[in-house]
Nanobody, 124 residues
């Protein structure tokens, strides 16, 4: 089992920045690829960005490319999502997730463990 706890969400004006954190516990964090997803009311859970177990590779959704950056520190069992130039359409609950495999990191079904989510609201 891997337990994931997100933090850092909140209310921010358009153009602002937020940094989300995801603290992992349980099984060895460095064995897992990690991802961030988001879900807005009435919409399906959407892939945002993912990172390989070593941090050497990342995958980013076109909607956030150039604005969002994922990073991890395996020694601290922590994953981050730096979000810059936020837009109202970025408003959603953001979830971190852990995957044993990197084959399907752009799909929710490719992940084995999920956090409870943290709300991000961007005002116009």
């Amino acid at each position: 089992q891997v337990q994931l706890v997100e933090s850092g969400g909140g209310l921010v004006q358009a153009g602002g920045s937020l940094r989300l954190s995801c603290a992992a516990s349980g099984r060895t964090f460095s064995n897992y690829a990690m991802g961030w997803f988001r879900q807005a009311p009435g919409k399906e859970r959407e892939f945002v960005v993912a990172i390989s177990w070593s941090g050497a590779s990342t995958w980013t959704a076109d909607s956030v490319k150039g604005r969002f950056t994922i990073s991890r520190d395996n020694a601290k069992n922590t994953l981050w999502l730096q979000m810059n130039n936020l837009k109202p359409e970025d408003t959603a609950v953001y979830y971190c997730a852990a995957a044993r495999s990197t084959i399907t990191l752009r799909a929710p079904g490719g992940y084995d463990y999920w956090g409870q989510g943290t709300q991000v609201t961007v005002s116009s």
